[in-house]
């Protein structure tokens, strides 16, 4: 997916509000119903362009990470894609 002229991140701020999940906590996957999943994975796909365009979509934001086992590849990233994208 490529970026057209006319997409912003307003999109993609519109589309997490239709996730319902702004502003809850979780910690696990069990947390979600399958309609909020299926946002969230649809959300997601709307982030990627702005990533391989370099627009900083999450500048500002903070990301949680919550792991249960020790795995520093995971870590790393999780870190590297935040970063990518601005937070």
């Known amino acids: 997916m ?3 002229k006319d997409f912003s991140p307003m ?5 997490v509000e239709k996730t319902g999940i702004k502003g809850r906590h979780f910690s696990f996957i069990d947390d979600f119903s399958p309609a ?3 946002n969230v994975f649809k ?3 709307m982030i990627e362009p702005f990533w391989r365009s370099r627009i900083p979509l999450l500048q500002g934001r903070v990301m ?3 792991f249960f086992q020790p ?3 995971t870590r790393f990233s ?3 894609a935040m970063h ?3 937070g």
């Open 2 to 4: 490529t970026l057209t």
């Open 11 to 15: 999109d993609v701020y519109a589309q």
């Open 36 to 38: 909020e999943l299926d």
């Open 43 to 45: 959300t997601a796909l």
């Open 64 to 66: 949680c990470l919550q």
């Open 71 to 73: 795995s520093t590849r």
């Open 78 to 80: 999780m870190e590297t």
């Open 84 to 86: 990518r994208l601005g």
